[in-house]
């Protein structure tokens, strides 16, 4: 049995790093190495797992998938919170919505909130989207995509449920509007709001991108920050071929892109518009 204080070797690591890498996108560099031992240890304890090296051939050789979604899980951290990024949601109700409730002849609206998280961003888009076409709403197809790899974040985001802390930064009107306490004081979000986003798991690594039709916004803030110059790169440029003429793409504000290598146009920090 793994004991307290296993460690994972420099050769482990590597082949943990790789693998990650090449299926995931995420840089694990050699600073992560305690950060993954911590996260993984318990685990290997609890499940009789000897060595790292024992746990990492399991996983290669599940072919359900279950135990990369559970490696993954363990690895990735999704903080996240209502508001975050303020001025993103102020430009999209001001200047977005705007653009494409005149350019938008279908009132088809595509919006993906890709590295959706626990919902908070999805939710949010998803209200100011309420708020702005009011009654006309009926009119228009309004549902945003959300996607993420974690399934346990997806599982909270499609239930929709939050503590008063993790409200406390929405504006208070939309508070009263939007949700809802319930029998163990938390908040959730009315079902007017809740099924307008549709959660799926997917892989922004996947070469092929399933989707039909072209976006119009996309948002994917405070992913990229996981990703080496040119696995962000190639990820970007399956953006700009995903987004519409005109359309947006919203990113972190810790998050740049290289204008020279995309086509698309800097609008202001962290907004980016393909022309």
């Known amino acids: ?26 840089n694990l560099v050699q600073e992560k190495k305690l950060l993954v031992v911590s996260r993984l240890q318990n685990f290997l304890i609890r499940n009789n797992f000897k060595s790292f ?24 951290t999704n903080h996240t919170f209502f508001m975050r990024e303020a001025d993103h949601f102020d430009f999209f109700r001001n200047k977005v919505l705007p653009y494409l409730s005149q350019k938008v002849k279908d009132k088809d609206l595509r919006i993906w909130s890709a590295g959706c998280s626990t919902g908070q961003e999805s939710y949010t888009l998803s209200m100011i989207i ?20 974690s399934t346990i974040v997806l599982e909270k985001a499609k239930k929709g449920e939050y503590s008063d ?34 959660y799926r798991r997917f892989n922004l690594m996947d070469e092929v991108f399933p989707f ?3 976006f119009q916004v996309i ?10 110059r040119k696995t962000k ?43």
């Open 1 to 26: 049995m793994a004991q307290e204080g296993v460690n994972i070797s420099e050769k482990e690591f590597s082949r943990l790093a790789c693998f990650i890498k090449q299926h995931f996108g995420i």
């Open 219 to 228: 948002f994917c803030r405070n992913v990229m920050i996981y990703f080496d």
């Open 53 to 76: 090296s024992e746990y990492f051939d399991y996983v290669v050789a599940d072919r359900t998938g279950n135990a990369v979604v559970t490696l993954l899980n363990k690895l990735t």
């Open 165 to 198: 802390e993790e409200i406390c930064m929405i504006p208070r009107h939309r508070r009263f509007s939007y949700f809802i306490k319930n029998d163990n004081q938390r908040y959730c979000i009315v079902n007017e709001i809740k099924k307008e986003v549709i």
């Open 130 to 149: 309420d708020e702005y076409f009011g009654a006309e709403k009926k009119l228009w197809n309004t549902k945003v995509l959300a996607t993420d790899i």
């Open 233 to 275: 790169q190639e990820l970007v440029n399956k953006f700009y071929d995903f987004t519409e003429p005109g359309g947006y793409l919203f990113i972190g504000h810790s998050e740049s892109l290289n204008q020279i290598e995309t086509g698309f146009r800097y609008i202001r920090p962290a907004i980016y518009r393909k022309a």
């Open 212 to 214: 039909k039709k072209k």
